[in-house]
């Protein structure tokens, strides 16, 4: 059973950064497309992310020029680097993984459709 397990969330005043990283247990060459989602109370799940094997990213508007997500396949792990964080950023964070290395099937539109394996979350939570 192939874990993907996230760490470094938590609490940052508004404008500050976070990075988090997500381990996989398996080697993510096996892994076409790999994302971050978030959740925040009250909304539904979005994605927010997504990184193909090969590179190419995606990002929500919402993130677009904040975020950088990317990923080592020598060490297994995916990172998003979160910049100039907003309240409206809080919400628990997610990764997923695919088996796909259909690059159209790792858009943001179309990812979530596919995901085979999603990690337990880290909270982010960002003060104004």
């Known amino acids: 059973q192939v874990q993907l397990m996230e760490s470094g969330g938590g609490s940052v005043q508004a404008g500050g950064s976070l990075r988090l990283s997500c381990e996989s247990s398996t080697s993510t060459h096996n892994l076409g497309c790999m994302a971050w989602f978030r959740q925040a109370p009250g909304k539904e799940r979005e994605a927010v992310a997504t990184i193909h094997f090969g590179g190419t990213t995606t990002y929500a508007d919402s993130v677009q020029g904040r975020f950088t997500i990317s990923r080592d396949n020598g060490k297994d792990i995916m990172y998003l680097q979160m910049n100039s964080l907003r309240h409206e950023d809080t919400a628990m964070y997610s990764c997923?993984?695919?088996?796909?290395?259909?690059?159209?099937?790792?858009?943001?539109?179309?990812?979530?459709?596919?995901?085979?394996?999603w990690g337990q979350g880290t909270q982010v939570t960002v003060s104004s």
């Open positions: 997923a993984a695919t088996h796909n290395f259909d690059w159209g099937r790792c858009s943001l539109a179309s990812v979530s459709t596919f995901v085979v394996y």
